[in-house]
């Protein structure tokens, strides 16, 4: 019979594609994944793995394996959320991956809800951008995401995985403070410099193409992430921005705000799954506790 644990190696490195990606994120090394796999093929009878350069890749019967290998790991999913749905009381853990605004707006409710209605339901979060956070989910190493999508830049949506939407969340423009001239639209920000994500994130795609549509490159003088660094350099006169209604959560807006007329400046917050453990009542829990937490908030703009 073929070794559950060496298929899930086998599948570990078609998602993440080298043998030293799999030994990182499994806390191997390298060697000992390389001997489970040598092992596997022992056990299977045909070569699993060519060479490709420094990499190795698949060959045809390790694919078949793999796909095996995700109804297998489908299965057990399903199997774990019949137990738990068995239970009287949730318990375990969580893994949750959300972008900065949804941590700071949304996941801090959530928690308040699971407290008080499932006291035992470990949350365990991290930070990350949605696109790596679902190629992540699709690893196993989470189970919930809270993704982020803008109009034209749409994120992947593997069928593996099942996607609910939460809230659509208008962006605005956000002038420098100070600026003399009170500039009002996107047009008379040409000259002045920008902060924006960095390179390769959906949200900057999708403001410098806000920008070429009305007339200019912007000047992308500043990279960062953390939105509450783009909102500190607009308050400080330091550079123009767009910025998420779901700032203003908890706050009056510190700076200027003005509506975007370039087709449809509002993203959409959803959240993501895989299919095995959609049912799971932990994960039914949380995105309940999510859908309560986003009815409750209404940026304060005025």
Request: aromatic content about 4%; overall charge negative.
């Amino acid at each position: 019979m073929l070794d559950l644990h060496r298929l899930r190696l086998l599948r570990e490195l078609k998602h993440r594609g080298t043998l030293t990606a799999v030994a990182a994120a499994l806390s191997y090394s390298p060697s000992t994944i390389s001997q489970q796999l040598s092992q596997l093929e022992r056990e299977v009878g045909v070569p699993l793995l060519q060479p490709d350069g420094r990499r190795v890749r698949l060959t045809p019967q390790a694919e078949i394996l793999v796909g095996h290998t995700e109804a297998i790991l489908h299965q057990l999913e399903a199997a774990e959320s019949d137990i738990a749905r068995s239970l009287t009381t949730l318990t375990g853990t969580v893994r949750v991956a959300a972008f900065q605004t949804a941590t700071l707006a949304l996941v801090p409710g959530m928690l308040t809800f699971l407290r008080d209605g499932h006291p035992e339901l470990r949350v365990e979060l991290l930070q990350l951008d949605s696109e790596t956070a679902l190629r992540a989910l699709l690893n196993h190493d989470f189970d919930l995401v809270i993704g982020e999508e803008y109009p034209g830049q749409s994120v992947s949506r593997p069928g593996e995985l099942e996607r609910r939407e939460l809230r659509t969340d208008r962006m605005r423009l956000a002038p420098p403070v100070g600026d003399s001239r009170s500039p009002t639209v996107l047009s008379q920000l040409a000259d002045h410099p920008w902060v924006m994500e960095p390179a390769g994130y959906a949200s900057r795609s999708w403001s410098v193409e806000l920008c070429r549509l009305a007339g200019f490159e912007p000047d992308i003088r500043y990279e960062t992430s953390d939105i509450l660094v783009h909102l500190r350099l607009v308050e400080l006169g330091h550079a123009a921005a767009v910025l998420p209604d779901l700032i203003w959560f908890d706050r009056l807006p510190t700076v200027p705000l003005h509506d975007i007329p370039l087709g449809a400046p509002t993203r959409r917050v959803f959240t993501a799954t895989r299919h095995g453990n959609s049912q799971h009542p932990a994960i039914t829990a949380c995105r309940d506790a999510l859908e309560r937490a986003a009815q409750s908030i209404t940026p304060r703009l005025s």
